[in-house]
């Protein structure tokens, strides 16, 4: 993004969209399916006029078959395909988990090294649109806990575009965790193939008084809460891992020996969630010794997401919930 | 009578569908059954048919707005017909935002917010709670964390808590770094006793007598210790400061507005001074007889004149802070130190110091190390000079700089890098960006 | 209760006339080479289970003795280009497929020589080179895997083909449907092979399906499929054979069902109560590496002398191949985390 004219904003499913059809144009053994991918253009849209220009081989529509799908991806990669299929909703990932797991994610180790497993998995996960419990989880923690599958979650179009890139590019199974609230949000991505490499963390905000580790959602609700708590005098910086696994460590580690305060927010329950893997990973590494406070975890209650609302938005973190934990968390002890 | 067109509720339990956008415009003639419009549900997105045909008009609804169902967002016309009244208003379009203070949420902040643990440490009999930052403060001041009183939750022990105890002991409680007193290395039973001995005084009509009391007598000793004590050796360096001027300059309208600080070059080089340790940690050491300890930290010791006498107060972990931190907390000291609120925590700990006389014309000067310090850094004025730049000669803002090391840990190469690199950071401040 | 051999026979068997016509058909070395690969198959599971015995593998093991028929008539109607995946009872379709034994035996041992590195073991060993696609642990897990493998050869206009196998028990599995449904409907160049031991570790198939064969399953997917003589390795060739030339000429996919027996338990935990003794006898009285021997010595294609001859060489390659794999090396067992990823 070094270029001096103004960069065009384009949406995230626009973006998500651009690197699949820039990645597919330049690559053969890229294709795309799924249900509904093809003719509807996919339930959201991040397929739209796909079929037109890659044709119904490349973009292929599926029956209703979760387990096959990822079965057909997971075969086909190991022949040298490059396969992307999308689940519409990351709750029916349920229904894969045979496949991902047991197959995609341990073929290369059991297999002595003897094949890969190039694959990636979009979904459109979380929750705030009323679909209710089994069309709104954000399954993460599943996949960050399987060794052999590497997981994404960008919060931006720019980074969503160029992460997409680089998980088709990338010779593993990939999950790629696409918040449906992100759809529609907008920012500038340059219009020419870039990547983004893995394991690269970005700090989206600075600051000097406390570390926000933000999920995916969570990043533009901890910038929105950060903006409020600068008026009161209070510097949150905003790291947003953006590749989950391989995590990038030090980026995280820095940050915390900078502030000594650390809050981590994320979509997904709060127990056995991510963020107890984050807590863990700066407790117990180099930035111990500058902590001035617990580490706290700001996350959904351990409830399924309900249809009301009101009830949905009280089961996940809000900006207000950041700001008020944000703000106790930097100002106490000092 | 123009038809409306309307949200459609599409399935059971939609109240609310989010309009993406319009495939025709305004004023084109669609055919009844043609899409027209583009709505997302939670599931999927889904096209709007046109329920007539005609001429579209008072297309109200924008994109991203959150349309109750049945509500009207355009119509169409028959040739001839015009728009009802109502839709010559704009159309409603945000959602009512925020809800109110859910209790509950209200209560899972608090639990987040009110307990908490913090890491145990046995001191005895008694478990002391603090955090991991202010333990190691503690250790490193060599204080008692049980004695220390905790403003957190149960009594843990915060930093800050760490700091305000050092502050407010009184100063007798301060260890002098030397136990041995200066003078019975001299081969002297008393302090106070004269060099007698050694010379005879002047006869001469005296003045007046002051007893030597306070930090004259602390200064006296130690001044004495070090030289005697420590080898010393010195060297010079002039350096041209037209980049550092041209770099307050530039740094220190937005740095006074921010702070209200003003930025001395006295804070440029204790800056520049605490990033370059790093690469030279021999200066920034203590000879420990049988040890040599090299400090992580760089505390820096400022040399400040007051009617007096001198102090030093001493900026804590400057390798930390950046020029802005570096101002503020430098004219802090300063400030505290004339107006002799100075505590001893505040004084004690530095482990390199500087001393700047540029500002009562000195041009340059030796300055004594302040043990247990390895070194001392001796700034003069900076005055215009002419000097040869090329092969030509120019008028340029020459400042000298004098570092006194103990030559028992610092030898002459080491001493004179670091004078090159501060040399090379000042004269291209930018490099520590 | 299962089929009763001679129910079986009964039903399925061929004539004998039939019979004498496919081997009159076939060179004298395919014949050949499925008696051999029979025998292999049977001294390896033999000698698997002699070294459970003594203490010398770790884990358990799935032996098909009894059921050697079904892998290598079916493979031999494969070429060597083309592709098979399998499962937990796999050692004679990676044997029928053309895997170096010392090899497979160093794997099944767990050394670092091992087909997978000694990272798989018995259940898992694959001979990526040699079209092995691997052996999978979970019931039906081949399935949707092996859907993939099939699209990507439509894709790459390749002219292969892929054998998938499962079991009795996988046929009611949900991946089993949606991997044929999904798979007839793309027409993949594959064949779908059930191997129909009539158990399902303890359960019989009567009990846990409504249907007598799986192979009625196909035509829920508008297929072809067929019940074969599993213990016929002749049979099993050409029902197979046909299936291939059809997926081979694009018209999609088939179902074989090859019925047969295992004489073993489902693994080495098994004490076999869900069936009787009497039972098992009668089965192996059915013994196929004994029914073709005897075929082709009547149809003169090899003599008793020769049998004992190929006999005896095999069982030999089994020793040797135990007594070579026993000196390799265990693998390392540091940085294993580099072997999960690819680069």
Same mark, same amino acid.
């Given at each position: ?334 | ?121 046995? +001191? ?11 333990? $190691?403060?503690?250790? /490193? ?46 081969? !002297? ?66 740095? /006074? ?26 200066? $920034?050491?203590? !000879? ?19 009617? /007096? ?12 802070? +950046? ?7 430098? $004219? ?19 482990? !390199?110091?500087?001393? +700047? ?54 030898? /002459?190469?080491?001493?004179?890098? !670091? ?15 | ?87 937990? #009872? ?28 000694? #990272? ?170 004994? #029914?073709?021997? #005897? ?49």
């Amino acid at each position: 993004m070094s270029s001096d004219k103004p960069e065009r904003e384009i949406t995230y499913l626009d973006a998500v969209r651009e690197a699949m059809t820039q990645e597919m144009r330049h690559d053969p053994c890229v294709f795309l399916m799924g249900e509904d991918v093809g003719v509807y253009g996919g339930a959201f849209g991040a397929s739209r006029g796909m079929l037109e220009e890659f044709g119904a081989e490349r973009v292929r529509d599926t029956p209703i078959s979760e387990a096959a799908i990822a079965g057909a991806a997971t075969g086909a990669a190991i022949m040298g395909l490059r396969p992307i299929f999308e689940i519409m909703f990351m709750d029916f990932v349920a229904i894969s988990m045979n496949q991902l797991v047991n197959q995609a994610a341990k073929m290369r180790f059991m297999f002595g090294g003897k094949v890969s497993v190039p694959l990636v998995m979009r979904t459109p996960a979380g929750s705030g649109t009323g679909a209710a419990a089994q069309h709104s989880q954000s399954l993460e923690a599943w996949f960050v806990a399987s060794p052999g599958i590497k997981v994404v979650a960008p919060s931006t179009p720019y980074d969503a575009k160029g992460l997409l890139v680089t998980a088709i590019r990338d010779n593993n199974p990939v999950v790629f965790m696409e918040h449906k609230l992100l759809y529609r949000t907008k920012g500038p991505v340059p219009e020419e193939l870039y990547s983004i490499p893995l394991q690269k963390a970005e700090v989206k905000r600075p600051g000097r008084h406390l570390t926000v580790i933000a999920i995916s959602i969570m990043v533009p609700r901890a910038l929105e809460a950060a903006e409020i708590l600068a008026k009161e005098g209070l510097e949150i910086e905003v790291v947003d891992p953006r590749s989950l696994k391989p995590l990038d460590k030090q980026t995280i580690t820095d940050s915390v020996t900078k502030t000594g305060r650390l809050l981590i927010v994320h979509e997904a329950p709060v127990t056995g969630g991510f963020g107890g893997e984050l807590a863990a990973v700066v407790a117990g590494g180099e930035a111990f010794d500058r902590l001035d406070a617990p580490i706290r975890r700001l996350a959904g209650r351990d409830i399924p997401i309900p249809y009301n609302r009101g009830l949905e938005r009280a089961a996940v973190p809000q900006v207000e919930d950041i700001v008020a934990v944000a703000r106790e968390l930097a100002t106490q002890g000092r | 009578m123009a038809t409306p067109i309307i949200m459609p509720k599409v399935d059971m339990v939609m109240e609310k569908g989010t309009f993406m956008e319009w495939l025709k415009k305004e004023g084109q003639a669609v055919q009844k059954g043609e899409a027209i419009y583009v709505m997302m549900t939670d599931k999927a997105s889904i096209e709007v048919e046109a329920p007539a045909s005609g001429i579209l008009a008072g297309l109200s609804a924008r994109p991203d707005d959150q349309i109750p169902v049945s509500q009207v967002v355009g119509y169409i016309l028959q040739p001839g017909e015009s728009l009802p009244e109502a839709a010559r208003q704009t159309s409603p379009a945000a959602i009512t935002a925020g809800m109110q203070a859910n209790t509950e949420l209200a209560e899972e902040v608090k639990s987040l917010v009110g307990n908490g643990d913090s890491a145990l440490k046995k +001191n005895g009999d008694k478990l002391v709670r603090a955090t991991p930052l202010a333990r $190691n403060l503690a250790r /490193e001041m060599k204080l008692d964390l049980a004695s220390i009183p905790g403003s957190g939750p149960r009594g843990r022990v915060y930093r800050r808590d760490v700091e305000r105890y050092l502050h407010a002991r009184p100063p007798e409680q301060v260890e002098t770094m030397s136990e041995v007193q200066p003078a019975q290395v001299l081969g !002297f039973t008393s302090s106070r006793q004269m060099p007698k001995l050694i010379a005879a005084l002047p006869v001469a009509r005296e003045r007046g007598r002051v007893a030597l009391k306070g930090p004259r007598v602390i200064i006296a000793q130690r001044l004495a210790y070090s030289v005697v004590t420590i080898p010393h050796i010195l060297f010079t360096l002039q350096i041209d400061m037209t980049e550092s001027v041209r770099l307050r300059e530039k740094v220190s309208p937005g740095i /006074e507005k921010r702070t209200g600080q003003r930025v001395s070059f006295t804070a440029i080089i204790a800056h520049s001074v605490a990033h370059l340790l790093g690469q030279h940690p021999v200066l $920034n050491s203590s !000879f420990l007889g049988e040890e040599i300890v090299y400090w992580e930290d760089v505390h820096l010791g400022i040399a400040t004149n007051l009617d /007096e006498y001198l102090v030093v107060p001493v900026i804590r972990e400057a390798q930390r802070k +950046n020029l802005e931190e570096t101002v503020v907390e430098l $004219n802090r000291l300063v400030e505290r130190a004339h107006s002799k609120k100075l505590q001893p925590s505040e004084m004690t700990g530095s482990t !390199f110091t500087i001393s +700047n006389l540029g500002m009562m014309g000195i041009e340059s000067f030796t300055a004594i190390i302040n043990p247990p310090e390895a070194a001392i850094l001796a700034v003069g004025k900076i005055q215009d000079a002419a000097v040869p730049v090329g092969k030509e000669l120019a008028i340029r803002p020459m400042m000298a700089v004098t570092v006194a090391v103990d030559h028992r840990v610092v030898d /002459e190469a080491q001493a004179a890098k !670091f004078l090159a690199g501060l040399k090379d950071v000042l004269e291209n401040p930018y490099l520590l960006i | 209760m299962p089929y009763q051999v001679r129910e079986v026979l009964a039903e399925l068997s061929l004539d004998r006339s039939v019979q004498c016509q496919m081997v009159a058909d076939l060179p004298a070395e395919k014949l050949v080479w499925m008696l051999e690969k029979m025998l292999l198959t049977r001294y390896f599971e033999e000698n698997a289970e002699e070294l459970y015995t003594r203490g010398l593998v770790h884990g358990t093991m799935h032996l098909s003795i009894g059921m050697e028929a079904s892998p290598v008539g079916s493979i031999a109607a494969i070429e060597l280009g083309d592709y098979i995946i399998h499962h937990h #009872r796999g050692h004679g379709h990676t044997i029928a497929k053309g895997a170096d034994i010392t090899l497979m035996m160093a794997e099944f041992i767990g050394k670092e020589a091992g087909y997978c590195k000694g #990272r798989g073991g018995s259940m898992h060993i694959a001979d990526i080179d040699g079209g092995n696609l691997g052996a999978t642990g979970i019931v039906g897990s081949g399935l949707p895997t092996s859907v993939g493998i099939g699209l990507a050869l439509q894709m790459q206009k390749s002219d292969r083909v892929l054998l998938s196998f499962f079991g009795d028990g996988a046929a009611n599995i949900g991946e089993f449907h949606e991997s044929l449904n999904m798979a007839s409907v793309w027409k993949l160049p594959m064949v779908f092979i059930c191997d129909n031991n009539q158990y399902g570790m303890s359960m019989p198939a009567e009990k846990s399906m409504n249907i007598r064969h799986v192979a009625e399953r196909a035509s829920a997917y508008g297929i072809p499929g067929v019940t074969v003589d599993g213990n016929d390795v002749l049979a099993v060739h050409h029902a197979v054979k046909k299936a291939v030339d059809r997926a081979r000429s694009g018209e999609g996919i088939s179902l074989v069902e090859n019925l047969t027996y295992r004489w073993c338990g489902h693994s080495k935990s098994d004490r076999n109560l869900y069936r009787t003794a009497e039972e098992i006898k009668e089965w192996q009285q059915n013994d196929p590496i004994v #029914r073709f021997a #005897r075929l082709l010595i009547d149809c003169r294609v090899i003599t008793q002398a020769e049998f004992d001859q190929f006999d005896k060489k095999c069982k030999d390659a089994i020793t040797q191949a135990t007594e070579i794999a026993a000196t390799f090396p265990e693998p390392d067992p540091r940085n294993m985390e580099l072997e999960v990823y690819a680069p």
